[in-house]
């Protein structure tokens, strides 16, 4: 499941450790929204690190072309 996700540094972060870390953020985030700031500014707390995804690559030569109609009827008849 981590090397279809991306590689490596994916393995490990299932649903628990996702949630966690989005929880982590939102605690900090209620943190900036609510706290008293001696002279107004709010501190920038830094995101929990998370494995970056990478998106899958497509090939140039398989692009879809848009078939028509006869050619999907044609499709279906052989079956």
Request: charged share 30%; net charge positive; hydrophobic share 30%.
């Amino acid at each position: 499941m981590a090397l279809a996700s991306g590689g490596r540094e994916h393995f490990g972060w299932g649903q628990d450790r996702h949630i966690a870390a989005d929880l982590f953020d939102a605690l900090n985030q209620n943190t900036r929204a609510t706290g008293q700031w001696g002279k107004g500014k709010a501190p920038k707390i830094p995101a929990y690190p998370r494995p970056k995804a990478t998106k899958a690559e497509k090939k140039k030569d398989q692009a879809k072309k848009p078939r028509t109609v006869a050619e999907i009827y044609k499709h279906f008849q052989r079956r």
